[in-house]
């Protein structure tokens, strides 16, 4: 049977790959984002009702952040208006050892939609193609984390779960805890990738108030300074220093490892621009 999804997201690191998929498996597919298909706009939600029009499914990436003020709110009233309007079927993109996305998943669960939770650690992609592109082109990876055991995840895995709990049953009012095969520090992160490219790249942990003001000297906006430095300093303290196994409960294999996704990346010759 074919549905169509909408992909909210779905120009971003986790929906884009998963509109790849959906499409593989010749599933009608409508993208969510400011620029997608059919406009839509977390901050404008005169851009939800039509962007749901005709859809039975769909997966909900927020941006910009789950723990951003405001999240849980947006959230539960687009769920609600899903589940209203037809759109029974909600898989959410959550993060891991947070109250602020526990805060969120409460709000999808409490809308009455069919739902599933994609609790996610830390993705590999931030490193090619998000914040952390830039310090690793440069070299120097400076960041307010110390040595503390994150388990990596590979946006493609979380696409493939995603896919899965889409178009298969089975999955409706299950949270799955998604992360890669092992942990690795900020600093082995960076070895890894420093490895794959040949260039010496190094790592440096700094206090959050010295990363903060090096983020408002380079003119990064103090509402995305506050929340990357909450990240950083709440979510790396340990909490998530554990394996979680819902690609393997979902997929049946196990998660792509960092090295992985590392001599992938390197490949493309992402880390080799000037
Ligand atoms: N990154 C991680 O390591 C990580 C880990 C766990 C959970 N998460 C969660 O994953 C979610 C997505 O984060 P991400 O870092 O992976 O971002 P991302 O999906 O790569 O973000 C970019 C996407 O969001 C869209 N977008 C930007 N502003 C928008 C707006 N105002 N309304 C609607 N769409 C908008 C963009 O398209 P347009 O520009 O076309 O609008 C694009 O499709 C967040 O809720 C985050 O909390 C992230």
Redesign the pocket.
């Known amino acids: 049977m074919t549905t169509l999804t909408l992909v909210?997201?779905?120009?971003?690191?986790?929906?884009r790959r998963l509109v790849q998929r959906l499409t593989a498996l010749d599933q009608p597919v409508r993208i969510g984002?400011?620029?997608?298909g059919l406009p839509?706009?977390?901050?404008d939600p005169a851009t939800w009702a039509p962007a749901l029009t005709g859809v039975k499914a769909a997966y909900v990436?927020?941006?910009p952040?789950?723990?951003a003020p405001g999240a849980p709110e947006a959230i539960g009233s687009f769920a609600e208006m899903a589940a209203n309007s037809g759109t029974r079927r909600l898989v959410m993109?959550?993060?891991r050892g947070e109250d602020e996305a526990v805060a969120c998943e409460k709000a999808l669960a409490d809308s009455g939609a069919d739902w599933t939770v994609l609790r996610?650690s830390?993705?590999d992609q931030?490193f090619s193609d998000?914040f952390l592109l830039g310090p690793v082109l440069s070299g120097h990876v400076v960041l307010p984390a110390a040595a503390v055991g994150e388990p990596f995840v590979d946006a493609d895995d979380i696409a493939d779960v995603a896919a899965t709990v889409l178009t298969q049953a089975g999955h409706t009012g299950q949270t799955y805890e998604l992360t890669g095969p092992r942990l690795l520090t900020f600093a082995d992160a960076v070895a890894e990738i420093a490895a794959a490219t040949g260039r010496p790249i190094d790592y440096a942990a700094v206090p959050a108030a010295d990363y903060a003001e090096a983020m408002a000297a380079e003119g990064v906006p103090a509402d995305v300074i506050e929340l990357l430095t909450y990240l950083f300093s709440t979510v790396l303290d340990g909490r998530n220093a554990q394996l979680g196994d819902g690609i393997h409960q979902v997929l049946g294999r196990t998660a792509r490892d960092f090295a992985d996704y590392a001599g992938d990346a390197a490949a493309t010759g992402i880390w080799n621009q000037q």
């Open positions: 909210l997201g779905g120009t971003g690191k986790t929906g984002s400011r620029s997608g839509f706009d977390w901050e990436s927020y941006y952040d789950l723990a993109l959550s993060g996610c830390w993705f931030n998000s």
